[in-house]
Structures are given as C-alpha cells and as structure tokens.
C-alpha cells in the first residue's frame, strides 16, 4: 500500500492568507482574460479557492522541481479553466507572473487549452471534456500497482460528466480501488449552452458515484477550510476513490458574472469592464463601501 | 537466409499464421526485456492475442473493459507515470471508436502509446461490415507524432512489435484476423521508416502492404511469365514512410500499382499518390476498397469479391503500363 500522505491542519492565520490569495488569483484571472480577449472566466474565478487550496496547502510540490517525481500530480480535465491554472502555476513560483500577460497569444507557452510540456506544472494536455479523469486513473493505478507514493488529484467540471467515458473510468477506478486518487468536481451548474440541470440533467450525482462506489464529500467550494479538510479527509479512506464535489459559484465575486451562463466562455470586453469587474472583487460585490473606485 | 522463405513460391507448403498471432508472440518477448510494458485490453484479450502476455506477466496486464474511449485515455495517463502501453482491441474500435483520445493524449502529448487494431480488412470474414475495420490506415495516417505500421506476416508482426516499443511517441500496428502466408524469414530486415523490395524488376513497380503482399508477389511471378518483371515493395512503414525507396521506384519503373486491404482514400496507396505526385509523377492504379463496405463471408471470397487478389493486381499492373 502507497504511504499516506498527511496534510497538514490550516490554521486561522495561514486561512486568511490562502483567502487573500484566492482573491488576488481571481484579480489576476480578470486581467489576463481581458488581455488576451477570449477565454473562459466563469469556471476560473469559481475555482480560485479549490486550486489555492491544493497549491498552497494540499499538494505534495516543489515549484523549483516540477518534475520530481514523487509530487502529487494535478490533472485538469477540464482545460477550458486554464486561466486559473496558470495565474496559480504563476503565484506558487512556477514561472513570472509576467508570463501570464501573453495567455493564448502566438508563441506563448500558455495555451488556449494547457498543453503537456509546454509549461511547467501542466501535468496534462486538456481541453477536449472527459480526458482528464481516464489519464488519472491511468496514473494513480501505476502508482498503486507500483506502490510509489504520490496522490493523484483530477478537476473536472460538472458538464463533462456528460460525457461517457467520465464514468468508463469511474468505473475502472472503482473496480480498481484507486484510494490514492482523489476527483474534485466543479459543481458550479452551468455549460457553454446554459445551465447543466437543463441541458442534460446530472443529478442526483451523489447516489451515481456511490453507484460506481466513490466515496463522496460535498463542500463548498469557496470555503477553503472544507476544502483542505475533504482531501485530507479523502487519504484516509482505502476502500474506494474519493470524489469531491465542490459546490461553487461561476464567476465568484463579480457581482454581474455570478451564475449566468453567459460568462462561462466570455472575458471582459474591455478596461472599464474589468475595472467593474475588479472593484466587485476588492469591495465584495459592493458590500465594502469603504472601498472607492 | 535469404528475405524471402524459400518455399514462398508454394502457398500450400508456407505455413499460414495470423499477424495478430506474431503480435502476441513480440509482445512477450519485448515484456520480458523491458519492465516498463504494460498491456491493457477491451474485453479482446484472446482473440487479440494478448493472453500469453496475460498469463506471463498477469500484473502488467489491465483489463478495461469494453470503454475503448478510456482505454486510451487511461494508458497515456500511465504512459505519463512512465510506461509503454500496448492497447488491445478490435480496429474498429480502437482506432475506430477512440480517434479524439488517440489524437489529444496519445499524439498531441507524444505518449508511448501503441495502438494494435487486430481485425483490419475485409479479410475478417463472417463477422461482417461492422467489424472488418477499412478505414484505419487513413484515420491514423492524418495524426501528426503518429506512426503507421501495417506487417505483412507473422514474423515481420513480432519484428513491428518490438520495434514499437523502443520507438518513442505514439505507433499505430495494424492486424489481421485470418491465417495468412508467412513468407518472410528471421532474416527479412524491418525497420520503422524503411522499404524492402523484396522482388526486382523494372517494368512496374508493386507496392504492398499487409498479407495482400503475398498476392503482390504471386501477380509478379504470373508477370514475368508474360514478360513484364514487376518490382515488389514491402510498405510495412506506412508512417514514416521510405520516400527514397518509393521514389527510386518511380523513377525506374515509370508506373506503380498499390496494394491494401484498406479503403483506397486516406490509405498507404493514398499515401504513395501524395508523395509522387509531388515528387515524380508516374502513373498509379490503387488496388483496395474503392469507397465501399464489406459484408459477411470467408475472407477468401470477400478477397476476391472486393478484387484484393492477385489476378486483379495483375490487371492493375498491364492498365498501368499502358498508361505510362
């Protein structure tokens, strides 16, 4: 059996600066999109705090080694949600923040959708929905059947559990009992057509992974404390893989991107749109009125 | 030891293996050199030939399932914790049913993935249309990173075998149901990017791949008894492929019939048109599936009713001499 990797309690004090983190990670998520013109910000900022989380508490990880080979491995299923992958990649150390300024230009190693090799961090080449959770599942068993000692994490999104060959390893992983290997789903509702409930209806998707014998956490997925404790909580079941679903908000803290569709694959159009945009972040949705402009 | 066995003139006296069966052989023989080697399956593992990698190295072996969509995904994600994978299932289905995952995580991430489509060609017989896979040659051809390998016999399948898993990046080995000729020898060179020519001749070249060389072959025997001496090429490289060879061909013979037990369009003699027309045009008759299905039979009917056979080759070669 692979050894058990504890993670460590949050305390207060280290909360309140992944909270500070996960914000300025969705500031950055803002400009880099509005540079680049096209990309996808709702499922980005939604998962802000999931991806400060797990790179500043959860993972196994040397930004100076990204390729040691006994860190954790973070598969991206859903490749759409790049932007926050690389602004936290950027943040944690693994390349300059300034790097984040040529998202999907020519010749930038940021890709629209990652790419394998052409950044360090990205683990996998993502984009094309239910691709992530196969390749998970392919790695956490290698590190089973070879008892190597590194967590497999895969996020995906709520929508590509449409697809059919999400639960083809759904059910290779449960057959297999990858208990080194721990899913985060993004349960944020929406899809590029709309919201997912109307467009092809996943509930009830906590009894469906327990069909396929997950063992299954709900948290809120901004609420980092619950976040840390699920993956911790999810190294000490050995009886079966871990899915985490994280409820969570698309488009979190932008008052006008906050769960409409729309924003699932469009940036802010302009400087005066991600000033708005910014200023609903610094003021939490205008609820700081101390904040000015 | 000569490149070709030396009863290869007597098919009754050649022994008659499947190429799947030379797969499964190379494929225990590569296992046992490198440990890396994992095998994973879609509920084909007998006839597919991978049960005696099974029963030597059962925790190497993965069975899937029938999920060809995550037997790829699922063997580049171990390829991504260091391993070379042999995929296992019926063309149709890998590459048939798994294109995008081969195209995103096998080629796209230059994996270790090689890809064995056993039941290729309407040579599968009584199984029908749904599973004599035509279409793979060309689906797996476009991938860039992507190589093509298509073994004529048994012997030269184990060669193909063990030369994919010392290639890096992604392979593709196609393979056949029926029992088929073995006409090469230990001896027969094979190696990835390379042409043999395994009959000299310069009035018409030939150029094969798969176990319809053996009709090659036996259309260039009939040949030369009418005077006409056919050059006849082994284009088991099917990606990359050995432009040099296929170019000399040209240029010496002035014209060039094709061979395959694969559609026509987007296949190996798709691939020699590509590169001739470019570089030497010559004259060409392609001898293959000509944009149709196939239907049940024993292979040797469907051969002969879809004119995959030696007298057909032949008439190729006399229409394309007379075009040059």
């Known amino acids: 059996m692979p050894p058990v990797r504890d993670i460590k309690l949050l305390t207060e004090k280290k909360l309140l600066v992944l909270e500070n983190k996960a914000q300025e990670i969705r500031a950055d998520i803002l400009?880099?999109?509005?540079?680049a013109g096209s990309g996808h910000s709702a499922g980005s900022l939604g998962?802000?705090?999931?991806?400060?989380?797990?790179?500043?508490?959860?993972?196994?990880?040397?930004?100076?080694?990204?390729?040691?080979?006994?860190?954790?491995?973070?598969?991206?299923?859903?490749?759409?949600?790049?932007?926050?992958?690389?602004?936290?990649?950027?943040h944690a150390g693994y390349f300059p923040k300034t790097e984040l300024q040529t998202l999907r230009k020519f010749g930038s190693r940021l890709q629209g959708h990652p790419e394998l090799g052409k950044l360090p961090g990205i683990e996998n080449t993502s984009g094309?929905?239910?691709?992530?959770?196969?390749?998970?599942?392919g790695m956490a068993y290698v590190a089973k059947q070879e008892k190597l000692p590194f967590h497999t994490y895969c996020i995906m999104s709520d929508g590509e559990l449409q697809a059919g060959i999400t639960w083809e390893a759904a059910l290779f992983a449960g057959r297999n009992v990858l208990h080194n290997m721990t899913w985060i789903v993004d349960r944020n509702n929406?899809?590029?057509?709309?919201?997912?409930?109307?467009?092809?209806?996943i509930e009830p998707l906590v009894q469906k992974f327990e069909a396929f014998n997950f063992h299954v956490i709900e948290v809120d997925g901004h609420n980092i404390r619950e976040i840390v404790e699920a993956c911790a909580y999810a190294q000490s079941i050995f009886e079966q893989p871990t899915v985490i679903i994280a409820h969570t908000t698309p488009g979190k803290g932008v008052d006008f991107m906050e769960f409409e569709p729309i924003w699932h694959g469009k940036t802010p159009k302009d400087k005066a749109e991600l000033n708005r945009a910014l200023k609903a972040l610094r003021t939490l949705n205008n609820k700081i009125t101390t904040e000015g402009n | 030891m000569s490149i070709l066995d030396r009863g290869w003139k007597n098919?009754?006296?050649?022994?008659?293996i499947s190429t799947r069966n030379g797969f499964g052989e190379g494929l225990v023989k590569i296992a046992e050199q490198n440990k890396n080697v994992y095998v994973l399956c879609a509920d084909l593992t007998e006839s597919t030939q991978s049960e005696g990698f099974k029963t030597a190295f059962p925790d190497r072996f993965v069975q899937i399932g029938v999920s060809e969509q995550s037997l790829c995904a699922i063997g580049a994600g171990m390829c991504l914790a260091g391993k070379t994978v042999f995929l296992s299932s019926y063309a149709a289905f890998s590459p048939g049913r798994n294109w995008e995952q081969i195209r995103t995580t096998a080629c796209l991430q230059k994996q270790n993935v090689k890809i064995v489509g056993s039941h290729a060609g309407v040579s599968v017989g009584p199984d029908g249309a749904t599973h004599q896979m035509t279409e793979d040659i060309a689906l797996m051809r476009v991938l860039p990173n992507m190589t093509v390998l298509v073994p004529c016999d048994a012997i030269e399948a184990q060669k193909i075998t063990i030369a994919s898993a010392k290639k890096k990046g992604p392979v593709y080995i196609r393979l056949d149901r029926?029992?088929?000729?073995?006409?090469?020898?230990?001896?027969?060179p094979f190696a990835i990017g390379k042409a043999q020519t395994l009959r000299k001749g310069n009035n018409v070249a030939i150029i094969g791949c798969g176990p319809i060389l053996y009709e090659c072959l036996m259309a260039a025997e009939e040949l030369s008894k009418l005077g006409i001496e056919a050059r006849v090429i082994n284009n088991a490289s099917v990606k990359p492929m050995d432009e040099a060879t296929i170019i000399k061909s040209a240029r010496e013979c002035g014209a060039i019939v094709t061979a395959e037990d694969a559609q026509i369009a987007g296949g190996m003699g798709s691939a020699v048109c590509e590169l001739l027309a470019e570089a030497y045009p010559v004259p060409i008759e392609r001898i293959g599936m000509q944009d149709e299905f196939g239907q049940s039979g024993n292979a040797e009917q469907l051969l002969e009713h879809y004119k995959l056979t030696a007298p057909w080759i032949i008439k190729a070669a006399q229409k394309v001499i007379k075009r040059k």
């Open chain 1, 128 to 137: 094309p929905l239910g691709d992530g959770s196969s390749q998970a599942v």
């Open chain 1, 47 to 90: 998962m802000a705090d999931v991806f400060t989380a797990l790179y500043y508490h959860v993972l196994v990880h040397d930004p100076k080694h990204p390729n040691d080979k006994n860190r954790d491995r973070l598969i991206l299923s859903c490749g759409h949600i790049a932007p926050v992958h690389y602004t936290t990649l950027a």
């Open chain 1, 190 to 201: 929406i899809q590029i057509d709309g919201y997912t409930e109307d467009i092809m209806p």
């Open chain 2, 178 to 188: 029926s029992k088929t000729p073995v006409f090469t020898t230990k001896a027969t």
């Open chain 2, 11 to 16: 098919k009754n006296i050649l022994k008659h």
């Open chain 1, 31 to 35: 400009k880099m999109l509005e540079h």
